[in-house]
């Protein structure tokens, strides 16, 4: 009998549902399966008008929406098993993430909004289901995010090297994994929540395949300067953002009308690009870097980021066993696990954290 987990994310892109189902049989996790499950066309609306509210989203619909995320979350677990021919026996635990609307980590008392209520996945599915992974770091006076570094040194720790990692999500996070366990990281600013909001307003698409329309622009120095001076990109780590931080607002801000906009999409580019290499070269100059997230799936953010990095050349999570589209998913698999077996998921180092603790909330079927 296998030791099955299923991780289920919705990152801050909201581009859809990530499940990765991972077995923790071996001494090693592996990947047993994947499944992308789709928003409608009307849920994903619904959510990008909330987490675009600035807080302000009707308490009623987010209430609804954090049922109807649910739905979707489980809808996607029961795919995942379907598609891996897999029985739902096997499986040990989901650990579901669900969909972030709001991340206040420097409030007076930090707080944070994950939907897709874990007790209706819990019940939809019947299977265990351990979801809130962020609150108790937060209670801990922590940031509550990234939580990455913690999996990626379980899925990428190398015992001879330093190696990096950067998840390009809607918000680009950096891990620093010793090659004596000691891990760091924190989120490095803008992944592609600027690139899609930018495409989104002026073209009508959800997002820049390979980067297409950013490479038919040309980077403004005088724009990416003055995107780079805001604090967050200098400031000291612990720290996280999101797009109640970077959105069009910020952009707008930055003073854009007189600009062509192919060339603000290459800026926009750049700013992602640069963000992550000083971020690089800050924390682990020199070390292995691969990359994960959609961002990954960029070849022109890639070739950007291969350009800015003053180290080795990057490479995707493929080279070093996980497809970079499911290494978040797994992660959340890890850390369901993490909580059953009452092991610490943060890392005070990162987060902020006074102590490391098992993180999330254990929700039964019945
Ligand atoms: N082929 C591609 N070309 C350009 N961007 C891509 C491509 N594939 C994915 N992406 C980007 O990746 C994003 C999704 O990345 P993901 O890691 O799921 O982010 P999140 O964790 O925020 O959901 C999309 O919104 C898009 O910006
Ligand atoms: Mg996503």
């Not at 581009?15 to 009307?42: F, I, N």
């Not at 959609?294 to 350009?307: D, H, I, K, V």
């Amino acid at each position: 009998m296998r030791t099955l987990y299923i991780g289920l994310i919705s990152g801050t892109s909201m581009d859809g549902v990530d499940a990765a189902l991972v077995d923790c049989s071996g001494a090693e996790p592996r990947l047993a399966g994947t499944h992308k499950g789709e928003y409608s066309e009307e849920l994903a609306a619904r959510l990008r008008t909330a987490a675009r509210s600035k807080g302000r989203c009707a308490l009623a619909e987010a209430a609804a929406l954090d049922a109807e995320v649910a739905a979707a979350f489980a809808e996607t677990a029961l795919a995942l098993l379907d598609a891996a021919g897999c029985d739902p026996a096997e499986v040990e635990a989901i650990g579901s993430h669900g969909q972030t609307l709001w991340h206040a980590p420097d409030a007076r008392l930090p707080h944070t909004v994950q939907i897709g209520s874990p007790a209706r996945v819990a019940a939809l599915t019947g299977m265990i289901t351990v979801g809130e992974f962020r609150s108790a770091d937060m209670a801990l006076g922590g940031q509550g995010a990234p939580l990455a570094p913690v999996f990626h040194k379980w899925l990428f720790g190398h015992p001879q090297e330093t190696r990096a990692v950067v998840n390009i999500g809607g918000i680009a996070n950096l891990s620093v994994l010793a090659a004596d366990g000691d891990v760091a990281g924190y989120d490095t600013g803008p992944g592609n929540t600027l690139l899609d909001a930018w495409a989104r307003t002026c073209r009508g698409e959800s997002y820049d395949r390979d980067g297409q329309w950013a490479r038919s622009g040309k980077v403004n120095a005088e724009l990416l300067t003055r995107l780079l001076s805001d604090e967050y990109f200098s400031a000291p780590a612990p720290k996280s953002t999101g797009p109640e931080h970077f959105n069009l607002h910020w952009l707008e801000r930055a003073g854009i009308s007189d600009k062509a906009p192919e060339d603000v999409q290459a800026t926009l580019a750049e700013l992602t690009a640069v963000g992550i290499a000083d971020a690089v070269d800050l924390s682990c100059a020199g070390a292995a870097l691969a990359v994960c997230g959609g961002g990954a799936s960029n070849s022109f953010l890639m070739e950007r980021l291969a350009a800015r990095c003053s180290g080795p050349r990057p490479v995707t999570t493929a080279e070093w066993g996980v497809h970079p589209d499911w290494v978040e998913a797994a992660g959340f698999a890890l850390l369901a696990r993490a909580r059953l077996l009452g092991e610490p998921g943060n890392d005070p180092a990162v987060t902020g954290a006074s102590t490391a603790i098992p993180l999330g909330g254990v929700f039964l079927p019945s």
